[in-house]
């Protein structure tokens, strides 16, 4: 067995160890606790493993949902699946006490089997694959004999039962859900989700007492519906771009919030643009009566918060809605008279200026009192 230190810019990063590890391999797998898209990306393009993924090799990969894993790891899980026809992906999702926090990796060979065992997750500083990395510990081990088929059999046994109970596939209901769940909560040190840069209106806001939860940095979209048919909204070019979309079809989740902050089922959404040049967005819960403009023109107006790069929470205010009005006074004046009003807002300014928001819409942390730890 060889052991190793992975230390920033002096040591062999984990990727190192995978590739090797994985070279000619006859099939293998990886098991870990959390995942981030790019660290799905660097695991799957490694030499070894993107050669057996081509050689329609056997590589199971299974990942867990009890913190980080987000809906774009998820949707990256679910693309590469359909991807590679011989990459096996779950997520394990569990209702009992404790994390699941297992991070390993297993390459078959002819004559041995290699197992890599960590402290890095499935993500790019995890695996020493980012201009930071993390500082983890890893060992290589060399299984022959009865020790490589004692090793097989626990790992088939252990997937066998588990995909009985807690092994769910990646685009199941509970898993999406979760993982959406898992965007919500941010660290305060998270960096500020990826979209594509657009004009914000620089207007005085309503002040409230501050919150006792800190908004991570996010953007949020506010834009008038169309009185016709608002759940199948055409939100326009730069209303979608929020969404992801840079002209290409793109899928995204995203997960209605009613203004009494219960949750509706994750949804995956394709954005698109149709053959009559509408950018659209299927809004689904929110197609009632009381999301039309009212007798005097008022609009239903869609709000919409980036969780990470590829999952959102929205809601819609009717023009009945008492608070209906604190949002109007947040949109920048229509382009046009038949254009619908619009405006990007960071999370926190919104949640001064409309205090009853539902909590569920937009993501939070609990303050962190750094310097109580060194007291």
């Keep these: 067995m060889s ?32 995942a981030t898209a790019d660290g799905i990306d660097t695991l799957l393009s490694l030499g070894g493993v993107s050669s057996m993924l081509r050689r329609r090799r056997t590589f199971k990969l299974v990942v867990g949902l009890d913190a980080i894993t987000n809906g774009n790891a998820l949707l990256t899980l679910e693309e590469s699946s359909r991807r590679w026809r011989s990459l096996w992906v779950r997520a394990f999702l569990h209702r009992e006490s404790g994390i699941f926090h297992p991070k390993f990796c297993w390459f078959q060979h002819e004559d041995h089997l ?6 890095g997750n499935l993500t790019n500083r995890g695996l020493g694959a980012d201009k930071s990395p993390n500082w983890e510990a890893y060992s290589i081990q060399k299984l022959f004999g009865d020790a490589n088929e004692a090793f097989a059999s626990k790992i088939d046994d252990w997937l066998h ?30 960096a500020k989700p990826k979209s594509a840069p657009v004009p914000k209106k620089t207007q005085p806001l309503t002040a409230t007492a501050a919150p006792q939860t800190v908004a991570a940095p996010s953007e949020v979209l506010l834009r008038e519906l169309s009185k016709n048919r608002p759940g199948q909204a055409d939100i ?3 209303a979608l771009r929020f969404f992801g979309f840079t002209g290409s079809p793109v899928k995204v989740l995203t997960q209605y919030v009613g203004l009494d902050d219960k949750l509706a089922t994750t949804v995956e959404r394709d954005l698109f643009v149709n053959a009559s040049d509408n950018y659209r967005f299927e809004l689904g819960p929110i197609a009632r009566d009381d999301s039309r403009p009212d007798e005097h023109g008022n609009r239903a107006i869609l709000v919409a918060v980036q969780l990470d790069d590829r999952s959102y929470r929205y809601t819609v205010v009717p023009p009945s809605h ?17 254009s619908m009003r619009m405006a990007f807002h960071e999370a926190e300014d919104v949640k001064r200026a409309w205090p ?20």
């Excluded at 992975?6 to 391999?25: I, V």
Aim: proline share 5%; hydrophobic share 45%.
């Design 3 to 34: 052991f190793y230190l992975q230390e920033p810019a002096t040591t062999a990063p984990l990727t190192d160890a995978l590739d090797r590890a994985s070279a000619h391999a006859l099939s293998g797998g990886g098991v870990f606790a959390f």
């Design 114 to 119: 290699c197992v890599v065992t960590g402290s």
């Design 161 to 190: 039962r588990e995909g009985h109970t807690r092994l769910v596939q990646v685009d199941s209901r509970d898993a999406r859900d979760r993982a959406m769940a898992n965007a919500w909560v941010r660290s305060s040190s998270t």
């Design 236 to 238: 326009g070019r730069d």
């Design 322 to 338: 008492a608070d209906h009005h604190l949002l109007v006074d947040l949109l920048a004046p229509a382009k046009t008279a038949r």
């Design 356 to 375: 009853s928001a539902p909590k569920n819409l937009f993501p939070a942390t609990s303050v962190l009192d750094v310097e109580s730890l060194f007291a």
